[in-house]
């Protein structure tokens, strides 16, 4: 079962992603900032994580930062969830390694759909 890592600091939203990340078969492991998440990043080794920008402890960016520095986490699939409008943190975001970047709020079914594309092309790589 794929694992997906999400760091976000709205339990509304995690809440949310988690049932409809289930429903597709996965498994969902949830930190609530930065710090927690890269704690649980490293501990669960997941194959995906979806990280918000904006959060307590730093924001994802750098969490997405280090997780790419880290040999248990580097070339980790990263989908970026926010609220931020600003191209700057859009362009940091993929600087950062991002495969997407989804403004909030969002279509849920583009996630999922975002999440399987990025899971089977790393099966099969």
Sequence with gaps: MKKILLVE???DIVRALTIRFK????EVVAAFDVIQGTAVAVRESPDLAILDISMPGGNG???AERMQENTGT???PIIFLTASKDPAI???ALA???IAFIEKPY???LVIDLVNKAL??????
Excluded: P, T
């Design 9 to 11: 600091d709205d339990q």
């Design 23 to 26: 429903a597709q078969g996965y």
């Design 61 to 63: 960016i750098i969490l």
């Design 74 to 76: 580097a070339g980790l």
């Design 90 to 92: 859009r362009e940091q």
């Design 96 to 98: 950062a390694g991002a």
């Design 107 to 109: 279509d849920a079914q």
């Design 120 to 125: 089977q092309h790393k099966q099969a790589g």
